[in-house]
């Protein structure tokens, strides 16, 4: 999800870095060889190009497309079976709290474009939204299957499983250790600097701020009710939706920030548990997993070891 502002930076290390808007989000890739920017940046956005092609909700040609407008089993490529299989791990592992059968539902709220092309306030659809869950899809290897008139959106979990992909990537064709940045999905590969990669966590310029070091190999997600936001009528919508309501995840938290091996299971863990509310206080705990959330107070909720350094906070 695009998250709370990111910004990372390596010590010790020659570092060389690049920024970029993409999928209306800030990307941003830390190379600790200079000489190879130009050719991790190339391969970052080869690879989200191809993410792109499989996985876009809102590119009538993607394969995710076409594969919902069959509405048979078909066999789909080797890159959109691994974002659909992640897609379906996230929503076993949360009981179904992150479901890629949102995509209608989403369209009905508004979310129908990207969201770069939206306006402030949507108008609102008519009901269009069939009853489906994440139980409906089939996968089996390469061959996959959606009921016709569910709508797949693969957005959470495809942009972690993306900076996971580019990060291993980039560090397999340059050998240099590598910091990949999607909008608030962070991905590590190769030799980190001595101290880590240091990443500030924060909301805004306003707001409480945390500042991390990722080893090598760790990732970062931020999920946020602050971005991705619009209005519905007279309702404040946001792009996080509970499968169980329709419709957006109260805003308990304002930001959920999580630490795990692959960027893929952090996101997993801070999607859902902006839809948890207080409830995923207990269940993060239970995983034993870093993680920083920021209430609606604007206070600071620190579990599984993550750095008590916050002005801020509450336990």
Known sequence: MIAAEMRAAGRDLPTAESHWQRWTMDMQIIVTDADVLGIARRAVDSELDAIELAASRFNPDSEINVLAERGRPMEISELLAELLGAALLAAQQTDGDVDPTIGARLIELGYDRDIAGMTSAVRLASSITQSADWKMIGLAGRVASVPRGVVLDLGSTAKAVAADRCAARVHR?????????????????????????????????????????????????????????????????????????????????????????????????STAAVIRGWRALDWIRAQRLPARLVDRDRLVHTLGGWPADDANRRR
Do not use: F, Y
């Open 173 to 269: 064709v340059t050998g240099a250790g590598v910091l990949v940045n999607l909008g608030g999905d962070i991905a590590t590969a190769g030799q980190a600097p001595t101290d880590g990669w240091q990443v500030l966590v924060c909301d805004g310029d306003d707001e409480p701020s945390a500042m991390v070091a990722l080893e090598s190999g760790w990732a970062l997600a931020t999920s946020s009710t602050l971005r991705r936001s619009w209005r519905r009528g007279q309702q404040a919508v946001h792009h996080i939706v509970d499968p169980k309501t329709g419709w957006s995840a109260e805003p308990v938290w304002r930001t959920v920030s999580v630490v795990a091996r692959s960027c893929l299971a952090a996101n997993t863990v």
